[in-house]
């Protein structure tokens, strides 16, 4: 998935989302993230699976690293960008 998203970004397009869906180990799932929050920040990052536990921990764990807040329901998840408190 990594490499897919490095070839979108060298080619200058910047996509306003992003639906992560690989492996569903969390290390893969916190690099998937990680990467795609990493190359396009401005993006809103979604994906499902989020009743397997080692989804719930990867994108956590990569969204300690983004400036992304998570929403999510029994199924879905989506990272948006996180708006300060005034």
Do not use: C
């Not at 979108?8 to 690099?31: F, N, T």
């Not at 989020?50 to 690293?65: D, P």
């Amino acid at each position: 998935m990594l490499d897919g998203m490095r070839i979108v970004h060298r080619a200058g397009l910047r996509p306003g989302m992003i639906y992560v869906d690989g492996a569903h180990d969390a290390q893969s799932v916190e690099d998937d993230v990680r990467g795609a929050g990493t190359l396009f920040p401005a993006a809103t990052l979604v994906g499902d699976d989020w009743q397997r536990q080692s989804v719930r921990e990867g994108v956590a764990a990569a969204t300690r690293q983004l400036a992304k807040h998570i929403t999510y329901n029994h199924k879905a998840w989506a990272l948006t960008l996180t708006i300060p408190r005034i």
